[in-house]
């Protein structure tokens, strides 16, 4: 879809956007902030800003509460379900780099995880401008550190944090949900505030949705009917299997898609068969060889005619499998749904001998509404 909406919501209004040369006394206070967003792949969002650069966190202006030694940390250094970064003050003197912090998204209806890197910086800030013209230091440090140098008489700490779009473009179509924490502390006071960013992205790639073979290339497989010759009965008859997968582009979230085969040259005098014409290019019945084609879906397997649209539901509660598209990076969830076509017992000798073809198309139609 072209247009992205997004809703940040803020819990507590404890956090200062200041990039005056006054900044105000600032008393760290916790937030909660929900980032609701949806797109189609198509067009990507920019940029999830969570906090501006310098975003005032902690500022005194007296300088006696240890403001200007602030900084922030994760709940595990290990573990990315809520972020991964220092746990404690790491006394980290390197700058001009900015920070980062994996953190888990994990895709409702797979359960695929991926970690995207949510990116920060950290700066001091002033009461006299000893930092910088408008109060604030140039250099920006690490988020885990309380190391103030060159900023000396630092006494207020910002912060900037955001997920840039090239983490964005790591995720497929689907439902994804995530929670960042952060905690912010000093040297002499532990506990300042606490920080919780919670994600809720949904994305679709309905450009991409359609009908795939995984075992072929080319969205054009060629398949035989696998014909056998009982020599006991002097009858044919063929069995054979085609792996088939339906990507909706909606991450397999559909209420509902509509299945429908025909024969490629529009023959429908058969009903629910579909026929295959020998090389001769005669028609008649000693030339045609018909045969089904069923699908399976949740175990079950379904007749399909020719022409006639086969409605599949429950595709939010079928196992999905993993493929690569023609032409995609990414592997994507889609739900398998084999075909077989089944060639009913004929007579060996009521058709000719010789090579049969004919062709067979197969159609998907999504839900006009996006769940």
């Not at 240890?66 to 980290?92: E, I, M």
């Amino acid at each position: 879809m072209a247009a992205t909406a997004l809703l940040l919501a803020v819990a507590s209004a404890g956090l200062s956007n200041a990039n005056a040369q006054h900044p105000p006394d600032t008393v760290p206070t916790s937030s909660e902030q929900h980032v609701v967003l949806r797109w189609d792949r198509a067009a990507l969002p920019g940029d999830i800003e969570l906090w501006p650069r310098k975003t005032l966190l902690a500022y005194d202006e007296a300088g006696t509460l240890g403001h200007g030694g602030a900084f922030l940390t994760c709940r595990s250094s290990t573990d990315a379900g809520t972020g991964r970064c220092p746990t404690t003050d790491t006394q980290d003197s390197a700058s001009g780099l900015v920070s980062v912090i994996p953190v888990r998204f994990t895709e409702q209806r797979s359960g695929v995880q991926v970690e995207l890197d949510v990116e920060g910086e950290l700066r001091r800030v002033d009461s006299h401008g000893t930092c910088g013209a408008d109060r604030w230091s140039p250099v920006v440090q690490p988020l885990w550190t309380s190391v103030r140098f060159p900023c000396i008489g630092a006494v207020g700490t910002g912060a900037g944090l955001w997920l840039r779009t090239g983490q964005l473009q790591r995720l497929v179509a689907g439902r994804w949900t995530a929670t960042l924490a952060l905690e912010l502390g000093s040297p002499s006071q532990p506990h300042l505030a606490s920080y919780r960013f919670t994600f809720d992205l949904t994305i679709t790639d309905r450009d991409a949705a359609g009908v795939y073979f995984p075992a072929f290339d080319s969205v054009t497989p060629q398949v035989g009917l696998n014909l056998r010759y009982d020599p006991g009965g002097q009858r044919i008859a063929g069995h054979t299997e085609l792996d088939m997968c339906l990507y909706d582009g909606l991450g397999s979230h559909s209420a509902y898609v509509g299945i429908t085969v025909r024969d490629s040259e529009g023959d429908t005098s058969q009903g629910d068969l579909f026929p295959v014409w020998h090389q001769d290019g005669e028609r008649d019945e000693s030339r045609r060889v018909d045969y089904a084609v069923s699908l399976t879906h949740g175990g079950a397997r379904k007749r399909l005619r020719n022409g006639e649209e086969l409605l599949l539901t429950g595709l939010d509660s079928v196992r999905l499998r993993l493929v690569k598209l023609p032409g995609s990076i990414d592997p994507v969830f889609c739900v398998p749904t084999p075909l077989t076509l089944e060639t009913p017992s004929f007579p060996s000798s009521s058709k000719r001998a010789g090579y049969y073809s004919g062709g067979l198309k197969v159609e998907m139609r999504l839900p006009t509404s996006i769940p």
